[in-house]
């Protein structure tokens, strides 16, 4: 069947199906290829028992024919050896306009049907079923979270592979068929993830089965890795590592034999690679298997329309046939296309699939569409946990200490994944180290199939059976996470910040498959993608301005409020706190921002735990005005404006004794929203309380400054919130000389604050020119020695 090294796969010799049998799985394809271009036109007359007419079809055609013939003719394949071999699969499709052909094998196997009863195995039911495909109120035409059995909708390509080793990690008995899309397969993403199968250790993992599906179109030009040779595609695959498997043809007799015996061929060759490898206890990365499947774009849909090719060329993605109710040339051509699969002899009279065929498919939760691996909250165990409070860094007073952030938090998930072995990982694209996260390498060393040298065993924490999963490609990663979360399982994921945009595509289509999630009653909730951003706009101080972009926060409030969540803990114990929290949550994207360097400290673990229950919190210790009503409200977000904050709130009360300052620390953004928008967003009143009616506010925040007046707009006195902020300047800066260049340093602050008070726009002249004066010596100092000034880079709350 193969030459020795596995490297070259000729077409198999044997017959694999019998007479019988490929005589009943062309009729079962022929159903699926029906039910999906049914989808596609028809509103009336399911089944064709009367002549076709113009009322029968939707008035607007919408739906992607081009590559359902091929995900159907493998998803009913992949059926085939579930049944002989008792598999425990799911099926993954990368084509983003797939669902016909994902759809129909779902309602032919009954679980349409059975979460959708509307949608019943008769006339009625398939009527509906027609009727509801990409139409108003319906369901749409890429596989999403309401179609069973899907973990990856394909809105954007480029996810399906990594996607489907996310879901292999950690299932040791799962098999992950994922077809992979021409088109798809020209995309950044995909072709990094193809490098995934360096991350998979056949003792403890799953398998996946990449099956990428040549039809040689985009939507209207011709895919690259159709037109090169067959000798330069499987070299490809063979450098990727992998196994290339060749199934090509547009005979449907022919074809059915060849993937019958080529997809066997690769179902057993995953088996005996597990066999070997669980048997000797030794985790070599074999050659893993993956198919080639050549077929026509449209496979059995009209070869010719109005003289054009349409068949095994572009024109057939979309709707092959148009204009149905103006043109009664295209009407007998559809009519006569889909009588060409002969309904009458695959449904009975009251539009049941006959029962011959019925048998095909898999039972209970053997099918794919109804696999609990492909709706993971039902297999969701919750994460055994530390008690996070052992972690804390004990404060004596605030403001007095420095420490690194995310030192603590580190160690914090060093101790979930020993206690969670089976189903948690940390993923980071080459930064765990950088980002003091490395105390988790007591607990696992990093995933790593590929070649081991002698020097690796100096620090470099390689090992076959590691959990620590690093990649230097972002995409990957959180296409890993993701499937790894919605299979059921929990992960923490962190990144740089400059670089965390990388994802941000990636995270639009997790947020929005979340939000659509919750509006499926029968999905369970899966565990939150919790993604920690560090290495901050604040702390560039060798990258420089490359580095500087906290804009990632500006995407996540765009998305629905139901699933997103934003924290920005200042120090050690309220990040411990934060993210305690959040990895026991459940269907939210949490975005944590933290820097890694090392900080001033201000809140003890009581009072931490406190101030991220809240949310937003008077920080009395840092306050003048108890009893009375402040001059000012100085407020922060994030970990270096806080510092600037406070410092310039000594600087005016060393100034101006009298003065009233309240000081505020926001570390749940969304409390900023009023509660009619978020669910954590504070009410007006307490709003109120906090910020006052007509006091000025300066607001020293993280990111960009528009954004904290996006999320206030609404708010009573958002005429006096002043906001800075990142403002796009930035080189190779000491931290408070970048502060100066964005006007988010304590000098900036106080006279800014000064301006604003209206019994200090006068007398505040002299103390105005004194503070611009020290940040003229501040940038003269980094300038010439290269770091801020001791007396200022070293500042600790006085009081």
Same mark, same amino acid.
């Given at each position: 069947?193969?030459?020795?090294?596995? =490297?070259?796969?000729?077409?198999?010799?044997?017959?694999?199906?019998?007479?019988?049998?490929?005589?009943?799985?062309?009729?079962? $394809? *022929?159903?699926?290829?029906?039910?999906?271009?049914?989808?596609?036109?028809?509103?009336?007359?399911?089944?064709?028992?009367?002549? /076709?007419?113009?009322?029968?079809?939707?008035?607007?055609?919408?739906?992607? $024919?081009?590559?359902?013939?091929?995900?159907?003719?493998?998803?009913?394949?992949?059926?085939?050896?579930?049944?002989?071999?008792?598999?425990?699969?799911? #099926?993954?499709?990368?084509?983003?306009?797939?669902?016909?052909?994902?759809?129909? @094998?779902?309602?032919?196997?009954?679980?349409?049907?059975?979460?959708?009863?509307?949608?019943?195995?008769?006339?009625?039911?398939?009527?509906?079923?027609?009727?509801?495909?990409?139409?108003?109120?319906?369901?749409?035409?890429?596989?999403?979270?309401?179609?069973?059995?899907?973990?990856?909708?394909?809105?954007? /390509?480029?996810?399906?592979?990594?996607?489907?080793?996310?879901?292999?990690?950690?299932?040791?008995?799962?098999?992950?068929?994922?077809?992979?899309?021409?088109?798809?397969?020209?995309?950044?993403?995909?072709?990094?993830?193809?490098?995934?199968?360096?991350?998979?250790?056949?003792?403890?993992?799953?398998? +996946?089965?990449?099956?990428?599906?040549?039809?040689?179109?985009?939507?209207?030009?011709?895919?690259? /890795?159709?037109?090169?040779?067959?000798?330069?595609?499987?070299?490809?695959?063979?450098?990727?590592?992998?196994?290339?498997?060749? +199934?090509?043809?547009?005979?449907?007799?022919?074809?059915?034999?060849?993937?019958?015996?080529?997809?066997?061929?690769?179902?057993?060759?995953?088996?005996?690679?597990?066999?070997?490898?669980? *048997?000797?206890?030794?985790?070599?990365? @074999?050659?893993?298997?993956?198919?080639?499947?050549?077929?026509?774009?449209?496979?059995?849909?009209?070869?010719?329309?109005?003289?054009?090719?349409?068949?095994?060329?572009?024109?057939?993605?979309?709707?092959?046939?148009?204009?149905?109710?103006?043109?009664?040339?295209?009407?007998?051509?559809?009519?006569?296309? /889909?009588?060409?699969?002969?309904?009458?002899?695959?449904?009975?009279?009251?539009?049941?699939?006959?029962?011959?065929?019925?048998?095909?498919?898999?039972?209970?939760?053997?099918?794919?569409?109804?696999?609990?691996?492909?709706?993971?909250?039902?297999?969701?165990?919750?994460?055994?946990?530390?008690?996070?409070?052992?972690?804390?860094?004990?404060?004596? =007073?605030?403001?007095?200490?420095?420490?690194?952030?995310?030192?603590?938090?580190?160690?914090?998930?060093?101790?979930?994944?020993?206690?969670?072995?089976?189903?948690?990982?940390? #993923?980071?694209?080459?930064?765990?180290?950088?980002?003091?996260?490395?105390?988790?390498?007591?607990?696992?060393?990093?995933?790593?199939?590929?070649?081991?040298?002698?020097?690796?065993?100096?620090?470099?924490?390689?090992?076959?059976?590691?959990?620590?999963?690093?990649?230097?490609?972002?995409?990957?990663?959180?296409?890993?996470?993701?499937?790894?979360?919605?299979?059921?399982?929990?992960?923490?994921?962190?990144?740089?910040?400059?670089?965390?945009?990388?994802?941000?595509?990636?995270?639009?289509?997790?947020?929005? $498959?979340?939000?659509?999630?919750?509006?499926?009653?029968?999905?369970?909730?899966?565990?939150?993608?919790?993604?920690?951003?560090?290495?901050?706009?604040?702390?560039?101080?060798?990258?420089?301005?490359?580095?500087?972009?906290?804009? #990632?926060?500006?995407?996540?409030?765009?998305?629905?409020?139901?699933?997103?969540?934003?924290?920005?803990?200042?120090?050690?114990?309220?990040?411990?706190?934060?993210?305690?929290?959040?990895?026991?949550?459940?269907?939210?994207?949490?975005?944590?921002?933290?820097?890694?360097?090392?900080?001033?400290?201000?809140?003890?673990?009581?009072?931490?735990?406190?101030?991220?229950?809240?949310?937003?919190?008077?920080?009395?210790?840092?306050?003048?005005?108890?009893?009375?009503?402040?001059?000012?409200?100085?407020?922060?977000?994030?970990?270096?404006?806080?510092?600037?904050?406070?410092?310039?709130? +000594?600087?005016?009360?060393?100034?101006?004794? =009298?003065?009233?300052?309240?000081?505020?620390?926001?570390?749940?953004?969304?409390?900023?929203?009023?509660?009619?928008?978020?669910?954590?967003?504070?009410?007006?009143?307490?709003?109120?309380?906090? #910020?006052?009616?007509?006091?000025?506010?300066?607001?020293?925040?993280?990111?960009?400054?528009?954004?904290?007046?996006?999320?206030?707009?609404?708010?009573?006195?958002?005429?006096?919130?002043?906001?800075?902020?990142?403002?796009?300047?930035?080189?190779?800066?000491?931290?408070?000389?970048?502060?100066?260049?964005?006007?988010?340093?304590?000098?900036?602050?106080?006279?800014?604050?000064?301006?604003?008070?209206?019994?200090?726009?006068? =007398?505040?002249?002299?103390?105005?020119?004194?503070? *611009?004066?020290?940040?003229?010596?501040?940038?003269?100092?980094?300038?010439?020695?290269?770091?801020?000034?001791?007396?200022?880079?070293? $500042?600790?709350?006085?009081?």
């Amino acid at each position: 069947m193969t030459t020795s090294d596995k =490297s070259v796969i000729p077409f198999p010799v044997a017959e694999t199906l019998s007479p019988d049998e490929l005589v009943r799985i062309n009729a079962y $394809w *022929r159903a699926c290829t029906y039910l999906a271009a049914g989808m596609i036109y028809l509103r009336d007359n399911p089944l064709l028992k009367e002549p /076709l007419k113009p009322e029968h079809i939707k008035n607007r055609l919408l739906g992607h $024919w081009g590559s359902s013939p091929g995900l159907s003719f493998t998803y009913i394949h992949l059926n085939r050896l579930i049944n002989k071999y008792g598999l425990n699969a799911i #099926f993954l499709a990368g084509p983003g306009h797939g669902a016909p052909g994902v759809l129909a @094998p779902v309602y032919l196997e009954s679980t349409y049907s059975e979460i959708y009863p509307n949608k019943s195995e008769d006339e009625e039911g398939l009527l509906q079923f027609f009727k509801e495909f990409s139409f108003p109120g319906g369901i749409g035409s890429h596989c999403t979270p309401e179609t069973p059995g899907s973990i990856h909708e394909g809105g954007e /390509l480029g996810y399906s592979v990594s996607h489907a080793y996310g879901a292999a990690y950690d299932n040791p008995d799962l098999l992950v068929a994922v077809v992979v899309g021409d088109g798809e397969s020209e995309t950044g993403p995909l072709a990094t993830s193809w490098h995934s199968n360096k991350f998979l250790n056949p003792i403890r993992d799953g398998a +996946v089965l990449p099956i990428l599906h040549l039809n040689g179109y985009k939507i209207n030009n011709p895919t690259l /890795l159709s037109r090169i040779s067959h000798e330069e595609l499987e070299r490809l695959f063979q450098g990727y590592g992998y196994t290339p498997y060749f +199934v090509e043809g547009s005979d449907p007799e022919t074809m059915h034999q060849l993937m019958a015996s080529v997809l066997e061929e690769c179902v057993l060759e995953i088996k005996r690679i597990q066999d070997e490898s669980r *048997r000797t206890g030794i985790p070599n990365r @074999p050659r893993w298997p993956m198919i080639i499947l050549r077929s026509p774009k449209g496979w059995t849909g009209p070869k010719e329309v109005d003289g054009h090719k349409v068949e095994g060329f572009w024109r057939s993605h979309q709707v092959p046939l148009a204009g149905m109710k103006e043109n009664p040339a295209h009407l007998k051509q559809l009519e006569d296309w /889909l009588r060409s699969y002969k309904p009458e002899e695959l449904f009975d009279s009251t539009g049941k699939l006959i029962p011959e065929l019925k048998i095909l498919a898999p039972k209970g939760a053997l099918r794919m569409s109804a696999n609990p691996h492909a709706n993971g909250g039902l297999l969701r165990k919750a994460l055994r946990m530390p008690d996070f409070r052992n972690y804390a860094l004990a404060l004596a =007073s605030p403001g007095k200490v420095t420490a690194e952030n995310t030192r603590p938090l580190g160690k914090f998930l060093r101790d979930i994944m020993s206690g969670n072995m089976n189903n948690f990982r940390v #993923f980071g694209p080459d930064e765990n180290s950088s980002n003091k996260l490395d105390d988790i390498y007591e607990a696992s060393k990093k995933t790593w199939m590929a070649d081991i040298l002698p020097e690796d065993a100096d620090d470099g924490q390689l090992s076959p059976d590691g959990r620590v999963m690093e990649m230097l490609s972002e995409h990957t990663l959180e296409g890993w996470l993701e499937g790894y979360l919605l299979t059921g399982r929990h992960g923490f994921f962190s990144t740089y910040e400059a670089f965390v945009h990388v994802i941000d595509s990636m995270f639009n289509q997790h947020a929005k $498959w979340l939000a659509m999630s919750k509006a499926v009653p029968w999905r369970a909730a899966v565990s939150s993608l919790n993604l920690l951003i560090t290495s901050t706009v604040w702390r560039q101080d060798h990258n420089g301005f490359t580095h500087q972009d906290p804009g #990632f926060l500006d995407l996540v409030v765009n998305k629905s409020p139901s699933v997103t969540r934003i924290y920005l803990p200042p120090d050690v114990n309220c990040l411990l706190s934060v993210a305690n929290h959040c990895l026991q949550t459940t269907d939210y994207i949490n975005v944590i921002v933290c820097d890694k360097q090392k900080h001033l400290q201000y809140l003890d673990m009581d009072a931490a735990i406190k101030h991220c229950t809240k949310g937003i919190s008077i920080w009395e210790w840092a306050s003048n005005d108890d009893g009375c009503e402040p001059d000012l409200v100085m407020a922060s977000a994030g970990d270096i404006p806080t510092k600037e904050a406070l410092a310039a709130t +000594v600087l005016l009360r060393e100034n101006f004794p =009298s003065i009233k300052i309240r000081f505020i620390n926001v570390v749940d953004l969304y409390k900023l929203v009023p509660g009619s928008e978020h669910p954590h967003g504070l009410s007006d009143r307490d709003f109120d309380s906090l #910020f006052t009616l007509d006091k000025p506010i300066i607001f020293n925040f993280h990111g960009y400054p528009w954004l904290i007046h996006r999320l206030a707009y609404r708010r009573n006195n958002h005429k006096n919130l002043h906001v800075r902020g990142y403002k796009e300047k930035g080189s190779i800066n000491t931290p408070l000389e970048l502060a100066i260049q964005n006007e988010t340093d304590r000098f900036s602050l106080a006279i800014d604050a000064i301006d604003r008070i209206p019994t200090l726009r006068v =007398s505040g002249a002299h103390v105005k020119q004194k503070l *611009r004066d020290q940040q003229i010596e501040c940038r003269s100092y980094a300038y010439e020695h290269g770091i801020d000034r001791p007396e200022d880079d070293q $500042w600790q709350w006085p009081y």
